[in-house]
């Protein structure tokens, strides 16, 4: 017999107020400062990271052609939290117990450099032939990737219940929806294979995002626990943190990619040749630093708020915001670059949001039953 039906029959009010209870004991478990940052990296991510995908297309739209120079755009912003990160240690009562970090740690945010630098070049490969409407829908499968990841990776933090498994397959169902709608939105001069192409690479670029994701909260699992924190997780008080993971992972995709712009691109160069004939955004050279500099710092905001979700919450609840985005960049990209908008794309968009949806009210519905289980003195995890 499922647990439900031996439950009386409530009222609404009831309900309402036993939500509200829940709500009001989450909200009490945690300071004030733990909320205004996580609403402050949240709303970074919703703002920032469709801004940064705008900007992606508008590139390309303006007369640049180099997926390098785009990747490398995204990481030439790394000063940007480093500057925010002086501050940070201004307000600290001595030097900081997380850096310079351990010979160890160095080599894991190498590693995460290397794959935000690849998962960088794979965004700009899907956005120089697809229209940012349908990059954004793909890019919803991230969730799933994020879930799955955090569950193999992080497994405390991330659970995986039968509303998250629900969300995976309707989203799924979304991505292959718009794959069969493949023929009308292609823009001119893009071939089948071009169009095949970015949306394969759309697809790996979400699951290496989700992967990015899990490997940072692992990061801050034992960096935090190696550093002595009392609890071996998240806390407002060392919010720097987010601050110092960025600084090094940024520059080290930034060394990463810059490299690769001069081995395998068409070198610094082509930044002089690609400016003189820019259309967006301005008149030349103008118009081309402004799209590329704000690049910069939307996409260093955008991941500012990431890393921040998951350092706060978990790598899921990153991966849920992520596809919340979908919408607001799908819109944006209608009304400003005039993509198609087929009924194909508005079904796709419309499942996306019921599988973000679906996972919201299986998500509530799991912390009440496990706030009610929970002892009085339980910790409590956003999830």
């Given at each position: 017999?499922?647990?439900?039906s031996a439950e009386?029959?409530?009222?609404?009010?009831?309900?309402?107020?036993k939500i509200?209870?829940?709500?009001t004991a989450?909200?009490?478990?945690k300071p004030?400062?733990?909320?205004?940052?996580?609403?402050?990296?949240?709303g970074a991510?919703?703002?920032a990271?469709?801004?940064?995908s705008?900007?992606?297309?508008l590139?390309?739209?303006?007369?640049?052609?180099?997926?390098?120079?785009?990747?490398?755009?995204?990481?030439?912003g790394?000063?940007i939290?480093a500057?925010?990160?002086?501050?940070c240690?201004?307000?600290?009562d001595?030097?900081?117990?997380t850096w310079p970090p351990p010979?160890?740690l160095c080599l894991?945010?190498?590693?995460l450099?290397?794959?935000s630098?690849a998962d960088?070049?794979?965004?700009a490969?899907?956005?120089a032939?697809?229209p940012?409407?349908t990059a954004?829908?793909?890019?919803?499968s991230?969730?799933?990737?994020?879930?799955v990841?955090g569950?193999l990776?992080v497994?405390?933090k991330n659970?995986?219940?039968?509303?998250t498994v629900?969300?995976?397959?309707?989203?799924?169902?979304?991505?292959?929806?718009?794959a069969?709608?493949?023929?009308?939105?292609r823009?001119?001069?893009?071939t089948?294979?071009q169009?095949?192409?970015?949306?394969?690479?759309?697809?790996?670029?979400s699951?290496?995002?989700?992967l990015i994701f899990a490997?940072s909260e692992?990061?801050?699992?034992?960096h935090l626990?190696?550093?002595?924190?009392?609890d071996?997780?998240?806390?407002?008080s060392?919010?720097?943190?987010?601050?110092?993971?960025?600084v090094?992972?940024?520059?080290?995709?930034?060394?990463?990619?810059?490299?690769?712009l001069?081995a395998?691109?068409e070198?610094?160069?082509?930044?002089r040749?690609?400016a003189a004939?820019?259309s967006?955004?301005?008149?030349?050279?103008?118009g081309?630093?402004?799209?590329?500099?704000?690049?910069a710092?939307?996409?260093?905001l955008?991941v500012?708020?990431?890393?921040g979700v998951?350092y706060?919450?978990?790598?899921?609840?990153?991966?849920?915001?992520n596809?919340?985005?979908?919408?607001?960049t799908?819109?944006?990209?209608?009304?400003?670059f005039?993509d198609?908008?087929s009924?194909?794309?508005?079904?796709s968009?419309?499942?996306t949001v019921?599988g973000f949806?679906?996972?919201?009210v299986?998500h509530?519905?799991?912390?009440?039953?496990?706030?009610?289980?929970?002892?009085?003195?339980g910790r409590?995890?956003?999830?």
């Amino acid at each position: 017999m499922e647990e439900d039906s031996a439950e009386p029959n409530v009222s609404l009010r009831e309900k309402a107020s036993k939500i509200i209870s829940v709500s009001t004991a989450a909200y009490r478990s945690k300071p004030g400062s733990f909320w205004a940052l996580l609403v402050l990296s949240a709303g970074a991510m919703l703002t920032a990271f469709p801004a940064s995908s705008l900007l992606s297309r508008l590139y390309y739209n303006g007369g640049g052609q180099s997926k390098w120079i785009l990747s490398w755009s995204a990481v030439a912003g790394w000063p940007i939290p480093a500057l925010l990160l002086l501050p940070c240690y201004l307000l600290l009562d001595g030097a900081s117990p997380t850096w310079p970090p351990p010979p160890r740690l160095c080599l894991w945010y190498a590693l995460l450099g290397l794959l935000s630098a690849a998962d960088n070049l794979m965004y700009a490969w899907a956005y120089a032939y697809l229209p940012a409407s349908t990059a954004s829908l793909v890019a919803a499968s991230s969730l799933a990737f994020s879930a799955v990841f955090g569950r193999l990776i992080v497994q405390e933090k991330n659970r995986m219940g039968l509303s998250t498994v629900n969300a995976i397959v309707v989203i799924t169902a979304g991505v292959v929806i718009v794959a069969l709608d493949s023929g009308s939105d292609r823009y001119p001069g893009v071939t089948g294979k071009q169009y095949a192409l970015g949306f394969v690479l759309d697809v790996a670029g979400s699951a290496l995002h989700g992967l990015i994701f899990a490997l940072s909260e692992l990061a801050f699992v034992t960096h935090l626990a190696a550093a002595g924190s009392n609890d071996g997780g998240a806390s407002s008080s060392r919010f720097h943190v987010v601050l110092e993971q960025q600084v090094a992972v940024s520059l080290s995709a930034f060394a990463f990619t810059s490299a690769g712009l001069a081995a395998f691109g068409e070198g610094f160069g082509a930044m002089r040749r690609e400016a003189a004939v820019f259309s967006a955004g301005g008149v030349g050279k103008a118009g081309y630093a402004m799209v590329l500099g704000w690049s910069a710092a939307t996409f260093q905001l955008g991941v500012l708020g990431a890393t921040g979700v998951v350092y706060l919450g978990s790598t899921v609840l990153a991966g849920v915001l992520n596809a919340v985005r979908v919408p607001v960049t799908s819109v944006a990209a209608v009304i400003w670059f005039h993509d198609p908008m087929s009924g194909f794309k508005i079904l796709s968009l419309v499942i996306t949001v019921w599988g973000f949806g679906s996972y919201m009210v299986g998500h509530s519905r799991a912390a009440k039953k496990t706030s009610r289980d929970r002892p009085p003195s339980g910790r409590q995890t956003i999830s």
